[in-house]
């Protein structure tokens, strides 16, 4: 991201900080206690609830730390592969101008979203059918999909979905997300397979544990060959398997000695908590000082809406959308005009562009074929 979009986002603050303030006047209960137990996918939230990215910029946060992909695509040891890689597909979605990306949706209700990208060596693709149900006073997602990624040079293909995520205290109380399940990452070409387990937050004598994760990589006969372990909001490490069973409960005891804050209230990460002989694999990036106020994004993330002028970017692309740009400059009354706006546009759209009202068709992406019947 350029310094003169940095300058322009820091320059909104108050416009965000005016937007804030109503939404913390909300009351997210009142539109929330009738959909108990059902798929959220089809509720409709106040505007002043969202913020300036769409769900398909989201997919391309994926690729926020791309440059751990561009160390693995030339790395010839299947082991050290499988490491680098662990790194960028945890969660935390180096730069995506360097590849070419599109996301897509492929099915509005169920929603159903697709990507594909390309970079120097490899390919990323996959599909997204996220299920959002409400359960007392939080979220579940289940992300159902396969993610994919080629290495090309290496003739490597990777494999993987992504573990559930509940959101908690939603209505009452401070609001967290937490990763909870197993996660396995399969080598299709070495047969190495990664199993990392998100662990749910716990009390170990009185101390709160949260936002931890740890696993192991081993070949196809089951042999333990590397650990991992790490908080998947700050860092990722690996040591060797009498380092982790040495050391592993002691470490759980420091992290719980320093308290350590949660990183979306901190703009500078800490440093990590690891013992002797591990090998930090990946470590959170700071974020801009005006983060906080501006929807606690990333700079990867406020990036996502930069217009340059040297670019060709095709007429459907998100930044372009009215209502995300409204709330990137935090104007409300715009924001809901362009949501009242929307749907009719859609349905405009859906019948005239594909020939319906004139009978002419402008081609986008896809040919369209309509029988005579």
Known sequence: MSNQRLCILRDKRDAINSLNAQRSQANIWSILKHSLGTDLSRLSIPVVFNEPLTFLQRITEYMEYSELISKAVNETNALMRMERLLSPLLHRTGSVWE????????????????????????????SIHPKIKLKGQGLEIVPKGILTLELLKQNDVYTWS???????????????????????????????????????????????????????????RG???????????????????????????????????????????SNRPVSPVTFAGSNILWQIKSRPDFSEV????????????????????????????????YL????????????????????GFSMTNIGLKTGHHVQIFFRISIPNN
């Open 99 to 126: 590849s070419r990306s599109i996301q897509f949706w492929v099915s509005h209700h169920p929603p159903i979203s697709a990507f594909h990208v390309e970079g120097d060596g490899f390919k990323f693709y996959g």
């Open 223 to 265: 042999t333990r060959l590397s650990t991992l372990y790490g908080d998947w909001t700050e860092f990722l490490a690996s040591c060797t398997i009498e380092n982790y069973n040495a050391n592993f409960e002691q470490w759980l005891k420091l992290r719980q000695k320093r308290n350590l804050p949660n990183t979306v209230q």
């Open 162 to 220: 992504n573990v559930n995520c509940s959101v908690k205290n939603i209505i009452i109380g401070r609001m967290q997300i937490e990763l909870q399940g197993t996660m396995e990452i399969v080598s299709h070409r070495s047969g190495l397979k990664c199993t990392l387990q998100f662990k749910p937050n716990s009390c170990l004598f009185g101390r709160e544990i949260s936002r931890h994760v740890h696993g192991f990589i081993v070949n196809q």
């Open 328 to 347: 990137e400059n935090g104007e409300l009354d715009g924001l809901k005009w362009a949501y009242i706006q929307k749907p009719r546009n859609n349905a």
């Open 294 to 325: 501006f929807f606690n994004f990333t700079e990867f993330a406020m990036g996502l809406n930069d217009v340059q002028s040297n670019n060709d970017y095709a007429p459907t692309d998100s930044r372009f959308r009215p209502d995300v740009r």
